[in-house]
């Protein structure tokens, strides 16, 4: 399956269900490297329509009913902002449920899957929530983290031993700040000795 946004920034896909969530997240703006997919209807309906026929065949379900419309990407795009501050750990606690349908249904291997209904962004986030929901139970949620560099904050999964990652990419985007601190701690070790 084709991750485009997540390729964009050469970021490698997470795995299984979470590649959904990190997907929707990259399709945030990082300047200067590419604009926001969700910022216009014609962009983001082509994305929306994209992945959930692509989600929907890949887990072997039926898609999302309709064509998404403007209510359709607003509501993607506050599912975007709300996952951001899950990530992060900044999100607020929201006592009124998220209005969205999954159904049960079995696999091959007659597993319960949680199936998403509903129109275009009903459907994917219902998918993303149920993405998420299965991640935290398996313990792979803490892996899937926001570069720390502000101006990037691109979505990647932290595939080190330790889960101490916090760059998507070390060289673009951790060489400053690992440089800038190096340095301050040989000033720092200067001005002790000195």
């Known amino acids: 399956m084709s991750w485009t946004s997540t390729e964009r920034y050469r970021i490698s896909p997470a795995p299984g269900g979470l590649a959904l969530v990190q997907e929707l997240l990259n399709t945030l703006a990082i300047p200067p490297y590419s604009d926001d997919v969700l910022a216009d209807d014609a962009t983001g309906g082509r994305w929306l329509s994209d992945v959930t026929a692509a989600w929907a065949e890949a887990q072997g379900w039926p898609g999302p009913s309709g064509l998404p419309g403007a209510e359709d990407l607003r509501r993607v795009r506050k599912l975007r902002d709300r996952l951001a501050g899950l990530v992060t750990g900044e999100a ?3 006592r009124a449920p ?3 349908s999954l159904r049960p249904g ?3 291997e007659g597993r319960v ?3 998403p209904v509903g129109g275009p962004g009903e459907w994917l986030e219902a998918a993303v929530w149920a993405q998420v929901l299965l ?3 398996e313990g792979t949620w803490q892996r ?3 570069c720390r560099k502000p ?3 691109s979505a ?3 595939r080190s031993r330790n889960n101490s990652g916090v760059w998507h990419d070390v060289r673009r985007c951790g060489n400053a700040a690992n440089l800038r601190a190096s340095r301050a701690r040989r000033k720092q070790r200067a001005a002790g000795t000195g």
Do not use: G, H, I, M
């Open 135 to 137: 991640a935290q139970a």
């Open 113 to 115: 899957a949680l199936v």
């Open 106 to 108: 079995l696999d091959e």
């Open 151 to 153: 101006a990037c904050r």
């Open 92 to 94: 607020e606690p929201v």
């Open 98 to 100: 998220t209005d969205v």
């Open 144 to 146: 899937l983290k926001l």
């Open 156 to 158: 990647f999964y932290d």
